[in-house]
C-alpha cells in the first residue's frame, strides 16, 4: 500500500466517511476500512465471547479451532485432516496439524512454505499443493500423508498483473481436472488494460493451454462446482459509492462464454450510472445472477457441503461466508449463510452470525471448507482464526422442514382476508400505481425468488392480495426477511407495489 494513502486514512480516522474516488463513502469503522486495506486485525475473541455473541442455526456448535492466525484467508484440508490456510499479507502457507487426542482443536502449526507473493486461493490435488500468487500460479510436491513439501516451487502462468484494487487471486482444481483461475478487477468500475482482470480462466494441471472461460466478473473471490450436476457457481462483490443499498452482490452460474455485466451492468442487468452509453449488444448477453446477496456484504468463499452428517435440509447446499461491509453506514454481511437449492430457487438462511453487533466487529469470515468427518471450518481474517463449526443437536427446524413437505399441498388452502382500502388509493390513482407497481417488477428479479413458490405460502405472491394488507405489504417491502433483498423502494414505489401486487393476485384466473 502507498505510504501516502496509509497517513491519508489515518488523518480520517475519526471521521466516518472517507473520500475514495472523489465521492463519499461512510465506513462501518475504521478498524473495518483497516482491515480491508491492510490485512491488519484483533486479538481472536475468546471461546466465552463467541458463545454469548453468536447464534448458529438449530443444533449447531462452533468453537475456535485455531487463534492467533492474523490474516488467516483460504484453506485448503489435506486427505489426513491437516489444514492449510493461506495467508496473503505474511506471504505464507501455514499448516495446522490435527490433534490426535482432540479432534475440536488443531495441534501442531508450522509455516509450511513462505516468501510467496500475497497467496490466496490454495489447493491440493493428486499430490500437489496449488497456490495462487497475486502474481503467478505455482505448485510445489505435496505429499497428504505426512503434511510436508517437497522438490522445488513450480511456477506455473506467471505475468498475471497484481495492480490496483483486487489483486488476490482465486484458484480451484475443477471436475474437470483444470486449473481454474479467477482475477478481480483492478478498480472500482473501469475499463480494464489488462484484458484477464475481472475475469474467470482456465489451464491444464501444468498451466498450459490458457482458455478464457468468463468476463465481466468484478471479483469473485469463491467459486465451486455443484456436486449433483458440476455446474460452476460463484459470487461476486457488487460495486460501491452508489448507496448503502446498491447493487447487490451476487452468486453466478458461470458458463463458458459468458458475461456477467461489470462495468456496464448491476445485479439483474441495470444499466451502471457510470456507463450510460453501454454498447447495446452486451445488454442483451448479459447474464444475470442467480442470487443477489445484499449490497456491500461481500460475500467471499463458498463451499458445496456434503450432507451425510447433516439434517437433510443440507442437501444441496453451499456454504458462503460474508466478509460485511466496511462501506456502508450500518454495517451488514459479517456472518457465514447457508444457500439452499430447492424448487428451483436458491434460499439463504443464516448459519453463523453475530461477528457483528451494534456496528461492534469481532470477526469478518472468509472462507469455508469441510473436513472429512463432516465438520466445517471457516476462517476468520480479522479476529485471526480458524472455527470449527459441527452439528451435534436435535434439530425443530429439520421436523417442521420436513412435515410440511409431505403435507398435501390442499392443507395449505386459505380463507381469503377482507381487504380495506387504504384513504391514499382512489380511483384516480389505482391505473397509475399499478403501472408502476407492474414495471418494478419487470424490472427487478422478483419472480426468480417468487415464482416457484409453493401456493399460499408468504412466498406466493399470486395469493398476497388474499393474505395481506396493503399496509402488511409495504412494511415486509421496507423490512423484507431475508434473503429477499431490501431495494429501499420510495413510498411512492411501496404503494404501487402493494397496489400491483394485491390486484394482480386478485384477478380471476
Ligand atoms: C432473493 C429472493 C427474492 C427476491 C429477488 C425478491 N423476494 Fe420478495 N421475498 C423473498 C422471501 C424469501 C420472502 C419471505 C417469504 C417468507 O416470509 O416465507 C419474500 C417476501 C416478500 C413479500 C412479503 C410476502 C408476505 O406475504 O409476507 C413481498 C410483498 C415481496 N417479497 C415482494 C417482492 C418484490 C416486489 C420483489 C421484487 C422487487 C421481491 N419480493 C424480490 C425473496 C425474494
Given at each position: 500500500m502507498k505510504k501516502w494513502l496509509l497517513l491519508f486514512i489515518l488523518l480520517l480516522a475519526l471521521t466516518p466517511v472517507i473520500i475514495i474516488g472523489g465521492g463519499l463513502v461512510p465506513i462501518t469503522s475504521v478498524a473495518v476500512l483497516w482491515n480491508t486495506l491492510t490485512g491488519s486485525g484483533i486479538d481472536t475473541p475468546q471461546q466465552q465471547v463467541l458463545d454469548q455473541r453468536f447464534q448458529l442455526a438449530d443444533g449447531f456448535s462452533l468453537n475456535?479451532?485455531?487463534?492467533?492466525?492474523?490474516?488467516?484467508r483460504f484453506m485448503a484440508i489435506s486427505e489426513h485432516q491437516a489444514i492449510l490456510v493461506s495467508r496473503p499479507h505474511q506471504g505464507d502457507v501455514v499448516l495446522i496439524q490435527p490433534d490426535q487426542q482432540n479432534k475440536t482443536v488443531g495441534g501442531q502449526r508450522d509455516i509450511?512454505?513462505?516468501?510467496?507473493?500475497?497467496?490466496s486461493g490454495i489447493a491440493i490435488h493428486q499430490g500437489w499443493l496449488y497456490i495462487g500468487e497475486a502474481n503467478r500460479i505455482g505448485r510445489i510436491a505435496f505429499d497428504s500423508a505426512t503434511a510436508s513439501t517437497s522438490g522445488d516451487y513450480q511456477t506455473l502462468?506467471?505475468?498475471?498483473t497484481d495492480d490496483g484494487n483486487h489483486p488476490y487471486k482465486q484458484i480451484k482444481i475443477g471436475p474437470d481436472g483444470m486449473l481454474y483461475l479467477s482475477q478481480g478487477s483492478t478498480c472500482n468500475v473501469c475499463l480494464e488494460e489488462?484484458?484477464?482482470?475481472?475475469t474467470m480462466s482456465r489451464y491444464q494441471?501444468?498451466?498450459?493451454?490458457e482458455q478464457l472461460i468468463?468476463?465481466?466478473?468484478?471479483?469473485?473471490?469463491g467459486f465451486d462446482w455443484a456436486?449433483?450436476?458440476n455446474a460452476l457457481y460463484g459470487t461476486d462483490n457488487g460495486r460501491d459509492?452508489?448507496?448503502?443499498?446498491?447493487?447487490p452482490c451476487e452468486l453466478n452460474l458461470i458458463e463458458a462464454g459468458q458475461f456477467y455485466g461489470w462495468p456496464y451492468f448491476n445485479g439483474a442487468n441495470q444499466a451502471d450510472p457510470d456507463f450510460p452509453e453501454a454498447p447495446k449488444a452486451l445488454a442483451s448477453s448479459a447474464q444475470p445472477p442467480a442470487f443477489e446477496f445484499p449490497?456491500?456484504?461481500?460475500?467471499?468463499g463458498m463451499t458445496f457441503i456434503d450432507a451425510a452428517t447433516l439434517?437433510?435440509?443440507?442437501?444441496?447446499t453451499a456454504l458462503v461466508a460474508l466478509?460485511?461491509?466496511?462501506?456502508?453506514?450500518v454495517p451488514d454481511g459479517y456472518k457465514v449463510v447457508s444457500l439452499h437449492w430447492q424448487q428451483g430457487e436458491i434460499v439463504s438462511r443464516d448459519l453463523?452470525?453475530?461477528?457483528?453487533?451494534n456496528a461492534d466487529v469481532i470477526g469478518r469470515p472468509v472462507d469455508i471448507a469441510q473436513g472429512s468427518d463432516g465438520a466445517i471450518y471457516i476462517s476468520d481474517d480479522y479476529a485471526g482464526a480458524i472455527y470449527r463449526l459441527v452439528y451435534d443437536g436435535n434439530d425443530n427446524q429439520q421436523n417442521a422442514a420436513t412435515s410440511t413437505a409431505t403435507?398435501?399441498?390442499?392443507?395449505?388452502a386459505l380463507t381469503p382476508i377482507s381487504l380495506t382500502t387504504p384513504s391514499w388509493l382512489t380511483d384516480d390513482n389505482r391505473e397509475a400505481l399499478y403501472q408502476r407497481g407492474q414495471a418494478i417488477v419487470a424490472q427487478r428479479?422478483?419472480?426468480?425468488?417468487?415464482?416457484?413458490?409453493?401456493?399460499?405460502?408468504?412466498?406466493?405472491?399470486?395469493s398476497i392480495g388474499q393474505r395481506r394488507q396493503y399496509q402488511q405489504i409495504i412494511e415486509r417491502l421496507i423490512?423484507?426477511?431475508?434473503?429477499?433483498?431490501?431495494?429501499?423502494?420510495s413510498e411512492e414505489d411501496q404503494k404501487a407495489l402493494a397496489v400491483y401486487l394485491v390486484f394482480e393476485s386478485l384477478k380471476p384466473k
Open positions: 475456535v479451532y485455531a487463534g492467533d492466525l492474523p490474516n488467516a509450511l512454505i513462505q516468501g510467496l507473493t500475497r497467496p502462468v506467471s505475468g498475471l489488462d484484458s484477464r482482470r475481472a494441471l501444468d498451466g498450459s493451454g468468463a468476463t465481466g466478473l468484478r471479483n469473485t473471490m456436486p449433483w450436476n459509492m452508489l448507496g448503502d443499498d446498491y447493487p449490497a456491500h456484504n461481500a460475500p467471499l439434517p437433510d435440509r443440507f442437501e444441496k466478509h460485511g461491509s466496511w462501506n456502508r453506514s453463523i452470525s453475530g461477528f457483528e453487533k403435507a398435501p399441498a390442499t392443507s395449505a428479479p422478483c419472480l426468480r425468488c417468487h415464482q416457484t413458490a409453493t401456493p399460499n405460502s408468504n412466498l406466493d405472491l399470486a423490512q423484507p426477511t431475508p434473503p429477499m433483498p431490501n431495494y429501499s423502494f
